[in-house]
């Protein structure tokens, strides 16, 4: 029968992670480095986790994601809101850890599939739920079309705003702006 895990040797291999996925980028990453920062073997990691992918997985899961707690205030101009809420999440994805914990996502979805979808849905859904709550108001006010899907308009944001982590710069407030108008030409009443 398996040991079972300390808490404390888990919580502590999942804070080297971040650490090191802060710090160094996914690609440094070393189950060797992870151990000696953690304080535990290499054969206690490899007790708990079959790859770097899925300790960076758990300690993603367990942690913040970057980005995934953007809101913004609603106000009558939808097109406002849409460019603010727009221009912080590109913000909060393009800073160091954003970009690190994007191409992390990318290299945890490509090794476990499963793994990958679970840890992208905690990303996006706080992102659906904003768009979406956004949305309703703009279709109550008449501004929007009724059959508009805001899961797809979010998955839009999502994936403009993960491009743009994933070159490490924040989308432009004119980038912004025209994303957003083309946006709204497509779902205006």
């Known amino acids: 029968m398996p040991r079972p895990r300390s808490e404390s040797a888990r919580q502590a291999v999942l804070e080297a992670m971040r650490a090191a996925l802060s710090s160094s980028g996914y690609e440094a990453v070393t189950i060797e480095g992870l151990a000696e920062v953690a304080g ?14 899925a300790i960076l997985g758990e300690a993603l899961l367990e942690g913040e994601l970057p980005g995934a707690d953007v809101a913004v205030p609603m106000t009558s101009d939808l097109g406002a809101d849409l460019r603010a809420w727009f221009s912080a999440m590109s913000a909060g ?9 994007a191409r992390a996502l990318i290299a945890v979805t490509a090794s476990d599939p499963a793994l990958g979808l679970e840890l992208n849905e905690k990303l996006a859904a706080p992102i659906r739920g904003w768009v979406t709550s956004r949305l309703s108001l703009a279709v109550a006010a008449g501004d929007v079309r009724a059959d508009v899907d805001a899961a797809a308009v979010a998955d839009q944001f999502i994936a403009m705003a993960s491009y743009a982590a994933l070159l490490g710069r924040p989308l432009g407030d004119v980038r912004v702006g025209a994303t957003v108008a083309v946006l709204l030409g497509g779902i205006s009443a």
Request: aromatic share 14%.
């Open 40 to 53: 535990v073997s290499k054969q206690t990691i490899y007790r708990w986790w079959p790859s770097k992918a």
């Open 93 to 101: 994805l393009a800073d160091a850890d954003g970009v690190a914990v």
